[in-house]
């Protein structure tokens, strides 16, 4: 994890609250969850500050773990490229130019890895990601994303063939067969961030605020924890973005 910095503020998003961002109440919230985390059972490694870098604290977006292989990517936006300097040494593999990836892109379930083409991911670098999972035994799938920031803003996983999400989310895996047999947690469209759930240790870790999806989750069997976050839904993150699990 990375904490934000002050220039969190501009970081990049599309939410209609985008402007209202509060970089020291982000720190706040970072900080609490990085405890939530660790009161799991997790173990938190905290990279260092990156002042000068406005999206920087989302670090999945430059990781991409497939078993014990760490994928280092290419942003997207060319403005994050230097985000991924600091945890190159992370990784076995990379997503070359042209192409380009952006972690909060791919979710990886069972033996399946989806991987959104959207306007930060293009083909080439998925495509590249497609090579890499495939010569480790997976199956990959290529999903259309044409109306939100990245794949997992819409559904993300809560075990090797769990997923939970909006119709948004489904039916951009649907369209490449991508979910063919899993089991889903269906949300409403109106409770989108809570679609973007961290599931680790045991524990789903969600941004609160969304009654009626922590419900759902809880009606599941899920051990949800719910953790104020809505200064990164400002940024268009949630709790996947803020994380690289790198083990």
Known sequence: MRRPGPAFKDALSEHPLRGRIDPERAVRQHAAFARALRSAGVEVV?????????DATFVSDTLV??????????PG?????????????????????????????????GD???IGL??????????????IAEKRGRRAFLCPVDDRLHLASAVTVLGPERLVGTAAGFRSLDAAGAADGA????LDDD?????????VAGGCFMAAGYPRAAALLRA???DVVEVELDEFTKADGGPTCLVAVID
Request: some cysteine; charged content about 25%.
């Open 46 to 54: 905290e990279l260092g500050p990156e002042p000068a870098l406005a």
């Open 65 to 74: 773990r497939l078993g014990d292989l760490v994928v280092l990517t290419r």
């Open 77 to 109: 936006a060319e403005s994050r490229r230097p985000e991924i300097g600091p945890v190159a040494h992370l990784a076995g593999a990379r997503i070359e130019a042209p192409g380009t990836l952006d972690g909060g892109d791919v979710i990886v379930y």
């Open 112 to 114: 399946r890895v989806a």
């Open 118 to 131: 959207s306007a930060r991911t293009n083909r080439e670098g998925a495509e590249q990601l497609c090579r």
């Open 183 to 186: 089991v889903r947690l269906l």
């Open 191 to 199: 409770d989108l961030p809570a679609a973007n759930v961290l599931a």
């Open 220 to 222: 599941a069997g899920e």
